[in-house]
């Protein structure tokens, strides 16, 4: 009997244990688990979550989506890397050779894509450059036709149209330059400290519609950081409509996307021999370990798939744009050219069948009055951070910066035009709405960052899983 009273007592003893945590160690908290703490289930403003996003981007998107950026139509980007800053002067423009912008030589480049800026078939591009020559001379020369007399005039209202979210390029300037983005990829340059924190402290500061007040969690720029100041913010964010809280997520989604970047293609290893890029996991940890950043980084991963979802809802919406027989991604090559278009459609009805799409109804509802001023808030508040872009001293971290912006910028074009889509001719020039060949490269290029992002996450999410 007393025996099996000891046997009682050490069973029961063996419970409490277990049950207090004292019964043996509790298994570390891995740095995988301290970096995504947040990056899971549903996100804010949104019906879809994290998971669902993971497993139709890594597995049925993003292959073929790389091999679609791979191609000549998506691969050169015309840029101005040469625009002064049009706020400051005092720019300290990065001395690496990372930061340095290989451009291409005129030979590089395939003559369909450098004859002009907007291109469908050749027919309809007969027309635009009739349009541009004329629009070039600064007036509407009589002697063209009335077809093109009318174009001219559409193109010019297009251009000064008011739903434009970026300043795009003046890719009729001669500092304008074609770089091939796949020479020239974006990764770690070394361009970091006051001169990169004050590109984003303007970002934030100025047009994320915050009032001076309200403190930024991890502002390198401010004194006084503290939990007391991160929970005002926070606050301060969940108070604001759904319209200035989405537009402050998009840009912590797009700075999150180019921190996984360049922490996926950090440089471990420089010799007279090679160059070594790869994972820095210790990178990646600064910049998303829970801990590390008082729990912002995995808010900022998180922003990071709302970024996706917008954009993704973007390309779903625009495909009637694409779908028109006259449109082509011409290069010349007319069998290269056809093939890209066929895998341009699979990938964007893909991304229509996508069953979570963000509902963008929920924007600018209510009080036509306000709705229109938020919108116009929102575009130029936008269209000034693109502006700020010619700003960053790094020209392969300017270069990638302005075609994210124009790309995201283009996204929102296409999000509050989808009664112009919806009117669009099913051939011809769409003059109501309209994308050049800048936007559209910027657009898909753009997303498939944010795409890649996503798929480093995964690759991430391995690497830290055993690391305590």
């Given at each position: 009997?007393?025996?099996?009273?000891?046997?009682?007592?050490?069973?029961?003893?063996?419970?409490?244990?277990?049950?207090?945590?004292?019964?043996?160690?509790?298994?570390?908290?891995?740095?995988?688990?301290?970096?995504?703490?947040?990056?899971?289930?549903?996100?804010?403003?949104?019906?879809?979550?994290?998971?669902?996003?993971?497993?139709?981007?890594?597995?049925?998107?993003?292959?073929?989506?790389?091999?679609?950026?791979?191609?000549?139509?998506?691969?050169?980007?015309?840029?101005?890397?040469?625009?002064?800053?049009?706020?400051?002067?005092?720019?300290?423009?990065?001395?690496?050779?990372?930061?340095?912008?290989?451009?291409?030589?005129?030979?590089?480049?395939?003559?369909?894509?450098?004859?002009?800026?907007?291109?469908?078939?050749?027919?309809?591009?007969?027309?635009?450059?009739?349009?541009?020559?004329?629009e070039r001379l600064g007036a509407v020369d009589e002697s063209l036709s009335e077809e093109t007399q009318k174009a001219v005039l559409q193109w010019t209202k297009h251009d000064d149209s008011s739903d434009n979210f970026c300043e795009a390029d003046d890719i009729q300037s001669p500092d304008a330059e074609y770089v091939d983005l796949l020479l020239n990829p974006e990764r770690y340059t070394g361009y970091k400290g006051p001169d990169a924190w004050k590109i984003w402290n303007v970002i934030y500061e100025e047009n994320c519609f915050k009032p001076q007040t309200i403190k930024r969690p991890l502002n390198p720029l401010a004194s006084g950081q503290g939990k007391g100041k991160e929970n005002a913010f926070y606050s301060w964010l969940e108070g604001l409509c759904v319209e200035k809280r989405a537009f402050y997520r998009l840009i912590s989604g797009l700075?999150?996307?180019?921190?996984?970047?360049?922490?996926?293609?950090?440089?471990?290893?420089?010799?007279?021999?090679?160059?070594?890029?790869?994972?820095?996991?210790?990178?990646?940890?600064?910049?998303?370990?829970?801990?590390?950043?008082?729990?912002?980084?995995?808010?900022?991963?998180?922003?990071?798939?709302?970024?996706?979802?917008?954009?993704?809802?973007?390309?779903?919406?625009?495909?009637?744009?694409?779908?028109?027989?006259?449109?082509?991604?011409?290069?010349?090559?007319?069998?290269?050219?056809?093939?890209?278009?066929?895998?341009?459609?699979?990938i964007l009805h893909e991304i229509k069948s996508f069953p979570l799409h963000f509902d963008e109804n929920s924007f600018f509802a209510g009080d036509k009055k306000e709705a229109h001023k938020l919108k116009e808030d929102f575009r130029l508040h936008f269209r000034n951070i693109s502006r700020i872009m010619d700003c960053v001293g790094c020209f392969k971290c300017r270069l990638w910066g302005k075609l994210q912006t124009q790309g995201l910028g283009t996204a929102l074009k296409i999000l509050f035009s989808e009664k112009l889509i919806a009117n669009m001719p099913e051939s011809g020039p769409s003059y109501e709405f309209h994308l050049t060949r800048q936007e559209i490269v910027s657009l898909f290029n753009a997303f498939g960052r944010i795409s890649t992002s996503v798929k480093e996450l995964e690759n991430f999410r391995n690497l830290l899983q055993n690391i305590h």
């Amino acid at each position: 009997m007393g025996r099996w009273w000891g046997f009682l007592i050490g069973l029961l003893g063996a419970v409490w244990l277990l049950r207090s945590g004292h019964g043996g160690q509790q298994p570390p908290e891995t740095a995988a688990q301290r970096c995504f703490c947040q990056v899971s289930g549903y996100l804010d403003d949104c019906t879809c979550d994290v998971e669902t996003i993971d497993r139709f981007n890594n597995y049925r998107l993003f292959p073929r989506l790389q091999k679609l950026l791979e191609s000549d139509y998506f691969r050169y980007y015309k840029v101005n890397l040469k625009k002064p800053c049009p706020f400051w002067n005092d720019i300290s423009q990065c001395g690496r050779r990372d930061c340095a912008v290989k451009p291409c030589q005129s030979d590089e480049v395939p003559d369909g894509i450098k004859s002009a800026s907007y291109k469908y078939s050749e027919e309809a591009n007969n027309l635009i450059e009739e349009c541009e020559q004329a629009e070039r001379l600064g007036a509407v020369d009589e002697s063209l036709s009335e077809e093109t007399q009318k174009a001219v005039l559409q193109w010019t209202k297009h251009d000064d149209s008011s739903d434009n979210f970026c300043e795009a390029d003046d890719i009729q300037s001669p500092d304008a330059e074609y770089v091939d983005l796949l020479l020239n990829p974006e990764r770690y340059t070394g361009y970091k400290g006051p001169d990169a924190w004050k590109i984003w402290n303007v970002i934030y500061e100025e047009n994320c519609f915050k009032p001076q007040t309200i403190k930024r969690p991890l502002n390198p720029l401010a004194s006084g950081q503290g939990k007391g100041k991160e929970n005002a913010f926070y606050s301060w964010l969940e108070g604001l409509c759904v319209e200035k809280r989405a537009f402050y997520r998009l840009i912590s989604g797009l700075h999150a996307s180019i921190n996984v970047h360049l922490s996926a293609r950090y440089l471990l290893q420089d010799t007279w021999l090679e160059k070594k890029w790869g994972h820095n996991i210790t990178e990646f940890q600064q910049r998303f370990d829970g801990i590390l950043t008082e729990g912002e980084g995995p808010r900022r991963l998180k922003n990071l798939y709302f970024l996706y979802l917008i954009e993704l809802r973007a390309l779903s919406k625009v495909l009637p744009f694409f779908e028109r027989p006259d449109f082509q991604l011409f290069t010349g090559n007319k069998i290269q050219d056809a093939e890209n278009k066929m895998l341009l459609l699979e990938i964007l009805h893909e991304i229509k069948s996508f069953p979570l799409h963000f509902d963008e109804n929920s924007f600018f509802a209510g009080d036509k009055k306000e709705a229109h001023k938020l919108k116009e808030d929102f575009r130029l508040h936008f269209r000034n951070i693109s502006r700020i872009m010619d700003c960053v001293g790094c020209f392969k971290c300017r270069l990638w910066g302005k075609l994210q912006t124009q790309g995201l910028g283009t996204a929102l074009k296409i999000l509050f035009s989808e009664k112009l889509i919806a009117n669009m001719p099913e051939s011809g020039p769409s003059y109501e709405f309209h994308l050049t060949r800048q936007e559209i490269v910027s657009l898909f290029n753009a997303f498939g960052r944010i795409s890649t992002s996503v798929k480093e996450l995964e690759n991430f999410r391995n690497l830290l899983q055993n690391i305590h």
